[in-house]
């Protein structure tokens, strides 16, 4: 059984930085893709980030490219999100996902069904 667990959010002011960390335990994800999805109450659950298992390849919802970087650390299968010039509009859970097979699609990485396992989210509150 595969358990994800986010940590980093909290709340910040408009402007700043905040760095999420998700660690995977169970059983070894250095080659499977990972990525960062965030929901807002009342909202969809929404795409921010992928990357694949080198690392080589990294997808981004267009509202976040240029301030977000996702980043992963196989020895320690982590998975990380820097934040940059967070906006009030950023303001959401933060969900850290994993693919259970190997691949990575850039068409596909942004959906929802190409993930498997499912941290527990961390909350990102931005103010303005």
């Known amino acids: 059984q595969v358990q994800l667990v986010e940590s980093g959010g909290g709340l910040v002011q408009a402007g700043g930085s905040l760095r999420l960390s998700c660690v995977a335990s169970g059983r070894t994800l250095s080659r499977n893709a990972m990525a960062w999805f965030r929901q807002d109450p009342g909202k969809e659950r929404e795409f921010v980030a992928a990357?694949?298992?080198?690392?080589?390849?990294?997808t981004y919802a267009d509202s976040v490219k240029g301030r977000f970087t996702i980043s992963r650390d196989n020895a320690k299968n982590t998975v990380y999100l820097q934040m940059n010039s967070l906006k009030p509009e950023d303001t959401a859970v933060y969900y850290c996902?994993?693919?259970?097979?190997?691949?990575?699609?850039?068409?596909?990485?942004?959906?929802?069904?190409?993930?498997?396992?499912w941290g527990q989210g961390t909350q990102v509150t931005v103010s303005s």
């Open positions: 990357i694949s298992w080198s690392g080589s390849s990294t």
């Open positions: 996902a994993v693919r259970r097979y190997l691949g990575y699609s850039s068409s596909d990485v942004s959906t929802e069904s190409f993930y498997n396992y």
